[in-house]
């Protein structure tokens, strides 16, 4: 293969990289954030800090179970309960900004 075609599919995919909008923004980490409580842990952020992030799962109030979408502030939160499960998994994104974490009643 010669240098000049290899320079150019470089050039290619560097283009085709930019054309698809790939930024570091969009390859933000997730952020491992721990439990709050027995009843909610495994929140996770993206673009939002742990301390917020457990601060806003602790402050959503009550959880239902099945399948939900709500709104709470300028966040769309919704819930997905697996079938015959006391588990319910609630993710709340605004925008870039996701607030993820599991809810368990304990029984």
């Known amino acids: 293969m010669s240098r000049r075609f290899r320079g150019t599919a470089a050039a290619a995919v ?16 997730v952020r491992d954030c721990g439990n709050v409580n027995r009843s ?3 929140v996770t952020t993206r673009q939002v800090s742990c301390r917020d992030g457990r601060k806003f799962a602790r ?4 959880v239902e179970y099945g399948n939900t ?12 309960t697996a079938r015959d499960s006391y588990m319910v998994d609630v993710r709340c994104t605004h925008g870039s900004h996701v607030v993820r974490w ?3 009643s304990g029984e």
């Open 40 to 42: 909610i842990h495994n």
């Open 69 to 80: 979408t709500r709104h709470k502030g300028r966040y769309t939160c919704r819930t997905r």
């Open 102 to 104: 599991q809810y368990s």
């Open 14 to 29: 560097l283009f085709g990289a930019l054309a698809l909008g790939v930024s570091s923004a969009d390859a933000s980490s």
């Open 59 to 62: 402050n959503y109030g009550f």
